[in-house]
């Protein structure tokens, strides 16, 4: 082959690709990346994905990619997501404190850890979590209150052990009360340096100042960075202010070529999926 050739062959630079697009008339398609919170927003709460949401959503996988973020661990993610999570690019876990890529060349449903931020809980905190279980008023009380997740803490005064509806009277009656709200602003006030937003229907995610999901949107460009996509968009259930989708949509909000939809479940995230595809 002569010189010329031989050259293109080292690679597909920029030049080329202008050259190119500009000789052949070709157009950049745009690309789309997608950002989900999990529960209550993918998934009911606490719960599988529902069959008609998989049906549409293993359909809308095959032209679409996403990443994960959510406030549980990984085991929880995967009974919700059902094998699911394992078609995305990748999954913050724990707020964003723990980052997992999938890896089909060891195991199907293998996920290897990239990164894990630690954060080891305050013996005052889990004495004054501790007071708050004794003091509230829910009307129904479970066990495990306190679930250290190595890079964060989550807490419920109802118990994550609760059944499904427990956690539903719960919910209604803490919309009401706002007990997690008054909790998650004491916890605020009395330790500087951590933060405290309410997740899912009965609990409140805990960790260090700066370590919400809102950190995933560096690794995120960091990791897109070489196909430059054109948007990234972020759906989740608790995108308003004390809600830990909040940090990470105050920062979309303020950042361009970003968009974010406030979901109410589901169905809702399936209307709003269909209604971008249009």
Not at 20 to 40: E, L
Not at 208 to 227: A, C, R, T, W
Request: proline share 4%; hydrophobic share 30%.
């Amino acid at each position: 082959m002569n010189g010329k050739g031989d050259n293109w062959r080292g690679g597909w630079t920029p030049q080329y690709a202008d050259n190119h697009n500009r000789i052949f008339g070709s157009k950049k398609k745009m690309t789309k990346i997608f950002i989900f919170d999990v529960d209550g927003t993918l998934t009911p709460s606490r719960q599988k994905m529902t069959k008609e949401f998989r049906e549409f959503f293993s359909k809308w996988i095959k032209k679409n990619s996403f990443y994960l973020v959510t406030g549980s661990d990984l085991p929880k993610l995967q009974e919700q997501m059902d094998g699911m999570e394992f078609h995305s690019n990748g999954i913050f876990t724990c707020c964003g404190n723990q980052f997992w890529q999938s890896d089909p060349a060891v195991h199907p449903k293998h996920a290897d850890l990239i990164y894990e931020n630690k954060f080891k809980v305050p013996n005052n905190l889990l004495t004054f979590l501790g007071q708050k279980i004794r003091e509230s008023e829910t009307p129904v009380k479970a066990n495990n209150h306190i679930e250290d997740r190595d890079s964060m803490v989550n807490f419920s005064t109802v118990g994550r052990n609760c059944t499904l509806k427990e956690r539903a009277k719960y919910f209604e009656w803490d919309n009401k009360v706002s007990e997690r709200k008054q909790i998650a602003e004491e916890i605020k006030a009395g330790w500087n340096e951590l933060d405290a937003v309410i997740g899912g229907q009965i609990s409140i995610d805990i960790y260090p100042k700066g370590m919400d999901k809102s950190q995933i949107f560096k690794h995120l460009e960091d990791i897109e960075n070489v196909y430059c996509p054109d948007e990234y968009i972020f759906i989740g259930d608790r995108t308003q202010e004390g809600g830990n989708d909040y940090p990470l949509a105050k920062l979309m909000n303020k950042t361009d070529n970003c968009s974010t939809f406030q979901t109410d479940g589901w169905e809702h995230t399936m209307q709003i999926l269909e209604n971008l595809s249009d």
